[in-house]
């Protein structure tokens, strides 16, 4: 049952694979949370889908195993969750002994949304006439798939709904860079996440596994200009929480003086 960071031979590690259902649900998640939380999770992801374990306890990863056809007019989806949860590992801050920073790792919500973000894919992956795939609304797929695995293995209703919302929220950000962004609609982005913002900054930088250079770095300048938006935006509203009661015209009425540059003045000063 030490799934991690253990091996054992693959073959006889199958043969009893199917064994691991007579464990509760509870003990199953408990491991499967060591592992997540250990500081390279991959191997020991990789043991379990290897060994058929994970068929039993998590199908929704080795279902990211999609057939590629000879044209590779898509991803390896497996390999590429695998290596969204390392990118998102590089970006929490702090340790637990030394929490520093929004998202001190390791953190649990961030990384199995890193995993299973796209776990949507399977059900919805659509080949379209002129040999390009489709995965149409895999995120909204995905979150339910998720909701349902993570409380068929008891994880807590807040870790459920955090690890669903990030799932779904995942591809919000694309089309950033091509079509301006109203200031409502930042605003709503940042109400969306609510205080998963953070960790969803994290899972769409993390998500960017392109080896395109010249399209990374066009997705993260891009980000790196929707965060920038973010903050200013925030600067201003808490300047405008803390503006006085007064407006100009009890001003002038308080001041006895009429329109002008003072009461303007005396606004500001306020």
Known sequence: LHWYPHSFPTRRSSDLAGRIEI????????????????????????????SGLAAHVLPELP?????????????????????????????????????TG????PDLVL?????????????TRRFEAGGGVSFHHHEVVGAKL???RLKALRFDKETVQAVARLTELHLRFHGYGEVAWSDSAVRRYVTDAGPLLERLHR?????????????????????????????????????ASIRPDLDGTQIMEILGIGPGREVG?????L
């Open 23 to 50: 464990v509760s649900a509870e003990r199953v998640r408990d491991e499967l949370t060591k592992l997540m939380l250990a500081p390279d999770p991959r191997p020991g992801l990789e043991i379990l889908v290897d």
């Open 63 to 99: 279902a990211l195993q999609l057939e590629i056809d000879e044209h590779h007019r898509h991803k390896d989806v497996y390999q590429h969750s695998l290596t969204v949860l390392a990118q998102a590992i590089e970006l929490e801050t702090g340790t637990v002994a030394q929490p």
């Open 102 to 105: 929004p998202v001190p790792g």
């Open 111 to 123: 990384r199995l949304a890193a995993l299973l973000h796209d776990c949507g894919k399977p059900a």
């Open 146 to 148: 998720v909701a349902k």
């Open 203 to 239: 899972l769409t930088r993390s998500d960017c596994t392109t080896r395109n250079r010249r399209k990374a770095d066009r997705l993260s300048f891009a980000y790196d200009d929707l965060e920038a938006r973010i903050a200013e935006l925030r600067e201003h509203e808490e300047l």
């Open 265 to 269: 003045e005396a606004y500001r000063m």
